[in-house]
């Protein structure tokens, strides 16, 4: 057969060793390389569906025209896309393409015996001299020294001649670095494509479980995860925080009671930069805040009965720690709805010697504290409990609540609890009567903190820091191991023998100078020493 048809097949496998010799390339794998990071920075850069699809609806509404050219390219999900994971598949052919020849290229060189040479004086490093030894004793002595100076040794004792070589490990070590990076790549993408992440809000005496519907919404999973949460049970015990009398904080901690389904538990405290790893997660100690105990009623009927986790909008430049700390109570089964939103000043002491001073003064514990409420009356538009929308909603009342106060919160008035503790003049207006069984009214028996957890898993973080380690083993050969050769031939004269030296280095090729006469000094004293004459000089 002849013509196009049967040269089809030869043009199909040039094009294919094409592509192989292309992908073996260091410089491909280097490009590639380089095209990941910037797709990474791509998606930095731009909103990503999977992380905040808000941020990117909003993109789009901003910017419509550049949102659609973002769109058509994929990079509002830059790791999803189809482009994102050519690179990536091609990345890792090119580098097994690159590692597998120089694996085997190792592995025939460690077996291999050093070769010896033919013509010592063609080297870069050369010496000669007479030395009082016979040749065979003459090779013999180069070899010792040679072992002792970690070279690996092929001796000719009957020919006089010494091969050695050394510096093997740079090469191994580079090895070690590129399979490490390999390793490090593939268990990133397994572990966060299988694995998730998200935060726990936990209040004190309160308990959270490891599932879907815990987490703050702000969970995110993995392209590949299969929805299979630990079951995790975490009980906060308690939880301290040290400041500086600055307001400088020292130091964080959960003390945290930890059951898994299985049925055991374990007693571990969280801090900064200290997480506890438990049935299969790692728990992080990331934020925190306070959560007043709020009961409301309606005559005898509870309508909530709870925490109320607060959060704060703190101004640029302002410090946190002066700044009162917020939150919602959404009634909506209730006609009409009904929300209460919360200001908490946790230290009334620090709060009016900031009145007093005009300095913010920060409230970094629990004394005397109170909050200002405000109702709002109308239609809830959301359940989220960091924010209210009050465009279906009318102001009906406000005032203030100390611990250990009940309020009427449809009135703005105090039913029972007052203390000195809090100005009259802020606002305490005593009930003319208890209230009826119409009253909504609001307790604030107790203030407690909580703790913000980052639960993550990850199935393969020991796979990654055993990358980590092989990598910077890896790199160490390179800062402090050179490839050498020596060479080293005696040959017969009179009673003694001619000693000639070779060699030549591969890198620090200027510190092999030094090396290189040093080694000769010795290899002269093992040979019996140099036979001094006249006319003979020891050739650098």
């Known amino acids: 057969m002849s013509g196009p048809v049967a040269s089809a097949p030869s043009s199909l496998r040039k094009s294919v060793a094409l592509v192989w010799r292309t992908l073996r390339s260091m410089r491909t794998a280097i490009i590639l390389l380089l095209m990941l990071a910037a797709a990474a920075v791509v998606g930095s850069l731009i909103p990503q569906i999977p992380n905040s699809p808000q941020r990117v609806a909003a993109y789009q509404l901003a910017h419509p025209f550049w949102a659609k050219v973002y769109q058509a390219a994929g990079f509002f999900d830059v790791f999803g896309s189809w482009w994102f994971a050519l690179i990536t598949t091609l990345l890792f052919v090119s580098l097994v393409a690159c590692l597998i020849p120089r694996s085997r290229a190792l592995v025939r060189a460690a077996r291999a015996k050093p070769i010896h040479a033919r013509e010592l004086d063609a ?36 020919g006089g001649s010494v091969a050695a070589e050394k510096g093997a490990l740079r090469e191994i070590g580079s090895l070690a670095f590129h399979w490490a990076f390999l390793l490090l790549l593939i268990a990133v993408i397994v572990g966060k494509g299988t694995g998730y992440v998200g935060h726990a809000t936990i209040v004190e005496g309160y308990g959270w479980t490891d599932a879907q519907f815990n987490y703050d919404g702000d969970l995110r999973t993995g392209r590949f995860f299969g929805g299979n949460f630990s079951g995790t049970q975490i009980l906060l015990q308690d939880f301290q925080d040290d400041f500086r009398t600055s307001g400088i904080p020292m130091d964080f901690r959960s003390e945290l009671t930890l059951a898994a389904p299985d049925g055991s538990t374990e007693q571990a405290d969280v801090r900064i930069n200290h997480p506890v790893v438990f049935n299969g997660i790692r728990i992080f100690q990331f934020g925190f805040g306070w959560a007043p105990i709020v009961q409301v009623k309606r005559g005898e009927r509870t309508l909530f009965d709870g925490p ?30 009904i929300a209460i939103a919360v200001r908490l000043y946790p230290d009334a002491t620090a709060y009016f010697r900031s009145l007093a001073t005009g300095v913010p003064q920060p409230m970094i514990e629990a004394n005397a504290p109170f909050m200002e409420y405000e109702v709002w009356r109308g239609k809830l538009l959301d359940n989220s409990l960091s924010t209210l929308d009050t465009r279906f909603m009318h102001h009906t009342s406000s005032g203030l609540i100390g611990k250990g106060w009940t309020v009427d919160a449809t009135r703005g008035c105090v039913i029972s609890g007052t203390s000195g503790a809090i100005p009259a003049s802020l606002g305490n207006v005593t009930c003319p009567n208890g209230g009826g069984p119409a009253t909504v009214s609001m307790s604030f028996p107790d203030l407690r903190q909580y703790t913000t957890l980052q639960i993550s898993h990850d199935a393969t973080v020991p796979w990654v820091l055993a990358a980590a380690i092989l990598i910077v083993l890896g ?41 290189f006469a040093s080694l000769v000094q010795d290899v002269i004293a093992a040979a019996g020493g140099a036979v001094r004459r006249e006319s003979q000089e020891v050739s650098p």
């Open 123 to 158: 080297f870069p490093a050369f010496a000669e001299q007479q030395v009082a030894l016979p040749p065979e004793a003459a090779a013999a002595g180069a070899a010792k020294v040679l072992r002792r100076r970690h070279y690996r040794v092929e001796l000719d004792a009957g």
């Open 308 to 337: 109320v986790v607060l959060g704060q909008t703190t101004p640029p430049g302002g410090n946190p720690l002066a700044q009162p700390w917020t939150g919602f109570v959404k009634l909506t089964t209730l006609r009409p709805q």
């Open 475 to 515: 790199l160490l050969p390179a800062l402090y191991v050179s490839r050498r050769k020596v060479w080293v031939r005696a040959r017969p004269d009179g009673t003694g023998s001619v000693v000639q030296v070779g060699g030549f280095a591969l890198q620090r090729k200027d510190r092999f100078d030094e090396e």
